[in-house]
């Protein structure tokens, strides 16, 4: 490497080639097995669109993504903690209001949400910006279905941190499986499934983004996640209360420490 290198990239760079280098050795790595393997990084940048990021989805099939994850965000238990973006986020989403639809027009079991965002003391915190999004009652987002922005928002919080909106139950959805990645799990004779979630990215100035996603308990994917993204701390009941025509509710309390925090 050339002496002008900066340390970080020579200390990548090395890890990476001795790495790269001791696994074609230990596998014996064979030139048609090359080939197969320039073929498919070749493929997956074919794949990849505005709706599409099956590199993303190839990190987050073998745990890479998670891994990243947790890395970065080594914290305590005051904090909520973190889980992968995913592929499906999309920028500029509609912008709500507290209260109002996520999801109009979409058939489904209604599902009440009603979140807060915290400081790590436990304090509420206002003017925090809440993306959240979900897949429908069939397991698709709305880029799969070619719907512009539904099932989707862009919230934030008033000065008692709450954020609260009606939108429809989300399913328990297959990654997009019909390509290279899709490939991959099969050959490893793994599920494509994920559990049944909703997404969160929680902003605000002076404070460490959030991403997340909260989970519903009862899911049979729940510890079977094609992308290793569920956290116990992460799950929670969903059951629609006792009393009659009550909908289904998803409750939880966001804790976000401030940027400086150890």
Not at 45 to 56: A, F, H, P
Not at 202 to 214: A, N, V
């Given at each position: 490497?050339?002496?002008?290198?900066?340390?970080?990239?020579?200390?990548?760079m090395?890890?990476?080639?001795?790495?790269?280098?001791?696994f074609?050795?230990?596998?014996?790595?064979?030139?048609?097995?090359?080939?197969?393997?320039?073929?498919?990084?070749?493929?997956?940048?074919?794949?990849?669109?505005?709706?599409?990021?099956?590199?993303?989805?190839?990190?987050?099939?073998?745990?890479?993504?998670?891994?990243?994850?947790?890395?970065?965000?080594?914290?305590?238990?005051?904090v909520?903690?973190?889980?992968?973006?995913?592929?499906?986020?999309?920028?500029?989403?509609?912008?709500?209001?507290?209260?109002?639809?996520?999801?109009?027009?979409?058939?489904?079991?209604?599902l009440?949400?009603?979140?807060?965002?915290?400081?790590?003391?436990?304090?509420?915190?206002?003017?925090?910006?809440?993306?959240?999004?979900?897949t429908?009652?069939?397991?698709?987002?709305d880029?799969?279905?070619g719907?512009e922005?539904?099932?989707?928002?862009?919230?934030?919080?008033g000065?008692?941190g709450?954020?609260a909106?009606?939108?429809?139950?989300?399913?328990?959805?297959?990654?997009?499986?019909?390509?290279?990645?899709?490939?991959v799990?099969?050959?490893?004779?793994?599920?494509?499934?994920?559990?049944?979630h909703?997404?969160?990215?929680?902003?605000?100035?002076?404070?460490?983004?959030?991403?997340?996603?909260?989970?519903?308990d009862?899911d049979?994917?729940?510890h079977?996640?094609?992308?290793?993204?569920?956290?116990?701390?992460?799950?929670?009941d969903?059951?629609?209360?006792?009393?009659?025509?009550?909908?289904?509710?998803?409750?939880?309390?966001?804790?976000?420490?401030?940027?400086d925090?150890?």
């Open positions: 490497m050339s002496p002008e290198a900066s340390p970080r990239m020579r200390q990548i090395t890890a990476l080639v001795t790495h790269l280098h001791d074609v050795r230990e596998v014996e790595l064979t030139p048609e097995e090359w080939e197969q393997g320039v073929g498919f990084v070749t493929e997956l940048g074919r794949w990849c669109d505005d709706k599409r990021q099956e590199v993303i989805l190839l990190s987050d099939i073998l745990g890479v993504s998670m891994l990243v994850d947790a890395i970065a965000h080594r914290t305590h238990a005051s909520s903690e973190t889980t992968v973006l995913g592929p499906f986020h999309r920028e500029n989403p509609p912008v709500l209001q507290n209260g109002q639809n996520m999801s109009p027009g979409v058939a489904g079991e209604p009440e949400v009603e979140v807060r965002i915290l400081d790590e003391a436990g304090q509420p915190l206002e003017g925090a910006q809440v993306d959240v999004w979900h429908s009652p069939d397991g698709f987002y880029s799969q279905l719907d922005h539904n099932m989707r928002g862009r919230f934030v919080t000065p008692d709450l954020l909106f009606p939108t429809v139950m989300p399913a328990s959805y297959p990654v997009p499986h019909d390509g290279p990645v899709g490939r799990l099969a050959s490893m004779g793994r599920s494509p499934m994920r559990p049944t909703v997404h969160f990215w929680i902003k605000k100035p002076g404070y460490r983004d959030l991403i997340t996603h909260i989970f519903k009862g049979p994917y729940l079977d996640d094609a992308v290793f993204g569920v956290k116990a701390s992460l799950v929670t969903w059951d629609a209360p006792k009393a009659a025509g009550k909908p289904a509710k998803l409750s939880y309390e966001f804790r976000i420490p401030r940027e925090a150890a």
